[in-house]
């Protein structure tokens, strides 16, 4: 017999994919400039014109045997050192390249970290809203999945809830600022606090707990938004990064893990991730995007670009009647559905071929996600339907 479980995965997609694949079909009937879909978290804005220049240069210059050749399972030592180097000289905060682990995304990331840490039965905190795949990610590693929902008025941690949910079998929390799907970066405050509970429960129960820093939209921040580098702040944090966002590269599935030297015996737990990584087939990340990743190190793409879809359908929305979180980075917002089931709402949308996602999955419900990384005119020519929807709830 066939895995049950795997079976039922593969049987339903993500309610963001089948959405998505919805606008696929509709776009094929109606033509694509009809459909208004905020479905999917794919940048709209292209690479910097630098990510060309050096992708040409490597596979011009560099001999084939190494561009396209297995690097170290844990990935290359001077792609490895490039990055570190990075981190050090923004954050200052120890990395070396033997707590760098290369991997395919931050999926591959967070999958590697959980079954580094989780033992059968151990508990990992998510807070909502959050990254449907989590549940997924954490219940394949061996684990469960315990929702901590943050404050409804801001989206920053509720420390009450968080401190009731951690006991002895509590291994780790997700944290992801900027958070998808609401854009909200948790801020230092929030950080320093999180961190004293933190050390608090490690002390009280005698037992490890790690943060597991889930950053791919790091660098797509608003303004003068600073975001918090956790392991400056707390010790036994592992951070998974992806470049899929930052430099528009979310087809090439290239990110990393890193280890901070603060973590407790943390040469055993990068072994661990090493193990894991292994035991997963996640092994030698791509070559060719581990160079050119080494060379892109401070590069972004137009976070203006994003900029200007936030503000524009932002203010209309609230214009109209909505209520919105404003969005402090990332490319989404998450609105209040004007009515209790957000998926009825989003099946009305679909009347005015506008695609959105309910935030059940996300971990709370009555609010619609608005995926806005989508040409400037998809939000322009969406706004009047938008305005007739929400005048039908009045």
């Known amino acids: 017999m066939i895995n049950e479980k795997m079976l039922s995965l593969g049987n339903k997609r993500s309610v963001i994919r089948e959405i998505f694949e919805y606008g696929n079909r509709r776009r094929s009937e109606i033509g694509a400039d009809k459909v208004y879909d905020f479905s999917l978290g794919n940048p709209s804005i292209p690479a910097p014109e630098k990510v060309k220049e050096i992708l040409l240069s490597l596979i011009e210059n560099t001999e084939p045997t190494k561009l396209h050749g297995y690097t170290s399972a844990q990935g290359d030592l001077g792609v490895r050192t490039a990055i570190a180097e990075n981190i050090n000289e923004r954050f200052d905060a120890g990395a070396t390249p033997n707590l760098l682990y290369m991997t395919c995304g931050a999926a591959a990331s967070l999958t590697i970290s959980l079954n580094a840490l989780l033992n059968e039965g151990d508990e990992v905190i998510v807070l909502a809203p959050f990254f449907p795949e989590y549940t997924v990610f954490i219940e394949k590693a061996g684990g469960k999945a315990?929702?901590?929902?943050?404050?409804?008025?801001?989206?920053?941690?509720?420390f009450e809830a968080l401190e009731n949910a951690i006991n002895s079998k509590t291994k780790a929390i997700i944290v992801n600022s900027p958070n998808n799907p609401c854009g909200v970066v948790l801020n230092e405050e929030t950080i320093s606090k999180l961190a004293e509970l933190l050390n608090e429960k490690q002390k009280e129960l005698g037992t490890d707990i790690f943060v597991i820093a889930d950053e791919p939209y790091r660098e797509l921040v608003y303004g003068d938004v600073v975001v918090p580098y956790i392991p400056n702040y707390y010790d036994n944090t592992l951070v998974c990064y992806?470049?899929?966002k930052s430099l528009s590269l979310p087809g090439e599935r290239i990110g990393y893990i890193f280890v901070?030297?603060?973590?407790?015996?943390?040469?055993?737990?990068?072994?661990?991730?090493?193990?894991?990584?292994?035991?997963l087939g996640f092994v030698c990340a791509p070559s060719l995007l581990q160079y050119l990743v080494a060379k892109c190190q401070g590069l972004t793409g137009?976070?203006?670009?994003?900029k200007q879809n936030r503000d524009i359908l932002y203010n209309a929305?609230?214009?109209?009647?909505?209520?919105?979180?404003?969005?402090?980075?990332?490319?989404?917002?998450?609105?209040?559905?004007?009515?209790?089931?957000?998926?009825?709402?989003?099946e009305k949308a679909k009347?005015?071929?506008?695609?959105?996602?309910?935030?059940?999955?996300?971990?709370?419900?009555?609010?619609?996600?608005i995926s806005y990384c989508v040409a400037l005119d998809?939000?322009?020519?969406?706004?009047?339907?938008f305005k007739r929807l929400i005048e039908q709830y009045r």
């Open 242 to 244: 992806s470049y899929s």
């Open 146 to 158: 315990v929702v901590v929902k943050c404050r409804e008025e801001d989206f920053q941690i509720d």
């Open 302 to 306: 137009d976070i203006e670009a994003y």
């Open 317 to 346: 929305l609230v214009e109209y009647g909505y209520t919105v979180a404003k969005p402090d980075g990332a490319f989404y917002l998450f609105v209040k559905s004007p009515e209790e089931d957000a998926n009825a709402f989003c």
């Open 260 to 279: 901070s030297p603060k973590v407790q015996n943390c040469v055993d737990v990068y072994a661990a991730v090493c193990g894991a990584g292994r035991a």
């Open 351 to 369: 009347s005015e071929e506008i695609l959105i996602v309910p935030g059940d999955d996300f971990g709370f419900k009555g609010y619609v996600r």
């Open 378 to 385: 998809t939000i322009k020519n969406s706004l009047d339907g």
